[in-house]
């Protein structure tokens, strides 16, 4: 049976000031939480044995899906309860989606993708859009010229209390905040 461990509003601090740093210098922690150098590093030690973090290398991203970089533009049409979330499930699962995001303006997504070929992409684009409550998009084909990945990520433990973002937590009954309050690390 796994030890089940509660995570703090402290955990949820450094989890916010280390989540989605390419580096993370141990002084800053430390100076941010106000503890020493060590006190940080066995508290960011503790979070990655409890399972709480991870840090993870970004590979670069032609050598894992292809050299043909592209992003589709897609409009939604969504005609009943649950259809755009099924789309963004079948976004979720495809393999070959680098990123997807919701956008504002003539479309809806951005989806950015890398495929071996054009024909591949141009075949991934096609299916794209004869999903269900897809109305119509644009593909357009990239080269990049330099790009800043992220090395650290944070992963939060599941909980009972659903995904919440790294250094919110919820309000106790009775407790009433102003606007923003608790929504990042100090």
């Given at each position: 049976m796994t030890r089940r461990r509660t995570i703090t509003d402290e955990d949820l601090r450094m989890v916010a000031l280390i989540e989605g740093r390419s580096r993370v210098h141990g002084r800053e922690v430390a100076r941010r939480l106000?503890?020493?150098?060590?006190?940080?590093?066995?508290?960011?030690?503790?979070?990655?044995?409890?399972?709480?973090?991870?840090?993870?290398?970004?590979?670069?991203?032609?050598?894992?899906?292809?050299?043909?970089e592209c992003l589709a533009y897609l409009q939604?049409?969504?005609?009943?309860?649950?259809?755009?979330?099924?789309?963004?499930?079948?976004?979720?699962?495809?393999?070959?989606a680098h990123s997807a995001v919701r956008i504002t303006g003539g479309y809806d997504y951005r989806v950015q993708a890398f495929h071996p070929d054009i024909v591949a992409a141009?075949?991934?684009?096609?299916?794209?859009?004869?999903?269900?409550?897809?109305?119509?998009?644009k593909l357009v084909f990239l080269q990049t010229l330099f790009d800043r990945p992220c090395y650290a990520a944070a992963i939060l433990g599941l909980d009972?209390?659903?995904?919440?973002?790294?250094?919110?937590?919820?309000?106790?009954p009775g407790e009433h905040r102003?606007?923003?309050e608790g929504a990042e690390a100090p």
């Open positions: 106000g503890v020493s150098n060590t006190t940080a590093w066995r508290m960011l030690s503790r979070l990655q044995v409890d399972g709480v973090t991870r840090q993870a290398v970004a590979l670069r991203r032609d050598f894992v899906g292809g050299a043909c939604g049409r969504w005609l009943g309860p649950g259809d755009m979330e099924a789309f963004e499930s079948e976004l979720i699962g495809d393999p070959a141009d075949r991934w684009f096609s299916h794209l859009l004869a999903q269900p409550g897809v109305a119509g998009g009972g209390e659903g995904d919440r973002p790294p250094g919110r937590r919820e309000a106790a102003a606007a923003g």
